[in-house]
């Protein structure tokens, strides 16, 4: 007779359901939750550990008929930094220890995601003696080499990175090129490592109307709009569009005066103590906008629930990924399953999953004349604008969808797992 399988996921710092836009809420919240409720769908038991970050907050929250969130108290209860979580880690894993001997439930595997989570998850595994995966969803040494001295991931990041390679009974890396990173900048020779993309919730981003969209969002029919969605970080790139739209103001001025650009990022909680470095890239952003001029198409905007972000893409003829660095993208997956064509660095993750000039272009990381370039060059094309929306909900639909991406996971989660009483 089969058992129920049951998974402990670790997200130490990224709650899947808090709001998305902020320094610590974006595609790894996205990822848990989702693949947290498509292997729910599959018959599997969830349970996701977060830390208690808020007084206000619930300790425990239903994501699907057999999914849930658990926060623990690990420190105090409202935001630290996740670069400042490690004194905070001992208490986390006694915590779970806690929840699981006294609610009597037994894990079959843990499955982590970030490096404080690995830190987590390799104490469990040793002391609970089940099995252990990894998922990254960015590296330390090249977020350093993407961001320099502005980099504030503790020392202690890297020898815990490597320390998770070295561990974990798999690594589920997100794209081909993280794979390969991990063996290059890392000097690893891993044997334990299995590609699985993330997904997209096909039936929240489905292809729509761009006329339908605007009309919904009471947006102009014929302007040309473009979009941003990210966390307020440097190295989501957001200063090198603003510079984009510059070089397009010098370059094509009757483009310029055309285009409304929407920019998604920073948290939406109203009165939430904001991070430090937040605040001052919020500044930097906020002067580089204003040095447009008076004429600025560009709109800064708070986070966005998905289901209106949804809208948001679908109301738009490209969204914009200027990353320094980026594990995958999944903001590039959503747009392009929602018919959105998508302009990207051409960096890690991103170059794998944007197919250049099929479901958009790549474009060379911290450039904005290369954005700016790419920009113009597809919205001056309206067959090309037409062709790339159809191809990139086609892709994303084929390759993409959760339930696809959930019985992979799981298909490795059983070679790990006797599923045998």
Partial sequence: MKKE?????????GDPISPLGGQQSGGQNVYVYELARALSALGIKVDVFTRWDNRKSSPTVRLAK???VIRLKAGPRHFVSKDNFGPLMPEFVEKFLEYSRENKVKYDLVHTHYYYSGWAGLRIKSILKIPMFATFHSLGLLKKQALGERDTSPTERTKIEKEIMEQSDLIISTSPQEMADMEKVYGERLKNVVVIPPGVNLRRF????????????????????????GKMEKRKGSLTLVDAVAKIKEAKPELYDNLQVFMFTGDPRIGRKKEKKESQMRHELKAAIEKLGKDSPVK?????????LHVYYGAADAVIMPSYYEPFGMVAIEAMATGTPVIASRVGGLKWA????????????KSSDDFAAKIIKLL???????KMSRYSSEYAIANFGWSLIAEKVLKQYKKFINTKE
């Avoid at 399988?5 to 710092?13: D, G, K, Q, Y």
């Avoid at 800064?300 to 209106?308: E, R, S, T």
């Fill in 5 to 13: 399988l049951r998974i402990a996921m670790i997200s130490e710092h």
């Fill in 66 to 68: 057999r999914a849930k």
């Fill in 206 to 229: 489905l292809p729509l109307n761009k006329k339908t969209a605007r009309k919904r969002l009471g947006l102009s029919q014929d302007k040309k709009i473009i979009l941003f969605a």
């Fill in 300 to 308: 800064l905007m708070p986070g966005v629930p998905q289901d209106k």
């Fill in 354 to 365: 944007v197919k250049d000039g099929e479901c958009g272009f790549l474009a060379t990381a």
């Fill in 380 to 386: 001056s094309d309206e067959k090309r604008l037409d």
